[in-house]
């Protein structure tokens, strides 16, 4: 096997690694947020009021307590009365203190804490991003399947196919099947869950309707754009992998805009008045008796190995071309 076959290969398994670890990546929690404060004690809530951030999404961070702590089998929405059964640990020293515990479902939970200080809830956020990230996530894998092939024609041919796939994919899932119309409807149904102001939120719902049509009209013309360049420039196709190797930098902009958007679109109907601010982005941070933290989750982790694939990748594929073992 001479060097250049060698070189193509690694590339190839680099791309490859790189493939699945984005695919992974988005079915993975990214990055996860906690609150706590004295009235969630650590034996009834250890990591906190938690939740996940995912692309298309954010999910209960929150498991059921214990054995032996004190909210074992409690939830807080749970109303407590004479007819809640209590285990004494004492008497009944040989029950399951886990029998039916659950665990708190910590997105309504931090719905109901930010919007004392005028937070709108967080589905409200990335309302155009989260929906078409499957899209997304699938132009960037036929670029990084194009990427792996050295011939430009047999490039140009996977590329065409692939975008003409997710084209597909993607028209008949927002219009055809209705996914946008319905993710309109219950976007304007969480954003009106504690602000009663129908005319302003329908007008929300239409502008996700607008920009989700200029997003995907915008994804089919860079489609395009994508085949044209690799057909017309010879170091176009280097684009194909160093897009997608910048999804770790996408992610965190996207992630800060939107904690800046909450922070500084408060609602004047808030229990409390504060500033406007900046939510914590990554590290500790303190609001009112809340201790924020804020960090990369393990699907962050398989970002940063996407680009660390992806980038020794690249230069190599660069190296072929100046030397015309790639095209």
Known sequence: MDTQTKQTRLVQGLTLIALVAMVVAYFAPIWWVSLTAPNYPKDAFPDGIRIHFHFDGVYNGCKAAGAGTRMANEIIQQDLDEHTERYNPILDAKKDVNKGAQGLDCVHEMNTINHYVGMFPIATGAPVEKPLAKFFFGFFAVMLAGFMVTKRKTRLLVLSAGFAAVAAWMLVDQYVLGHLASHVEAYVQEAGTFFKEPDKIKAW????TLI????????LLVMGIVIAGVAKIRNFSLLLALVPA??????VITYAAWLWFFGHNLHPWGAFTVKPFMPTVFGEGKVAQFSTYSYPYWGYGLLVLMFLSLAPALLIRRKQMREGAAE
């Open 205 to 208: 719902g239409d502008n996700v």
């Open 212 to 219: 989700s049509h200029v997003v995907i009209v915008g994804l």
């Open 246 to 251: 910048l999804l770790p930098v996408f992610f």
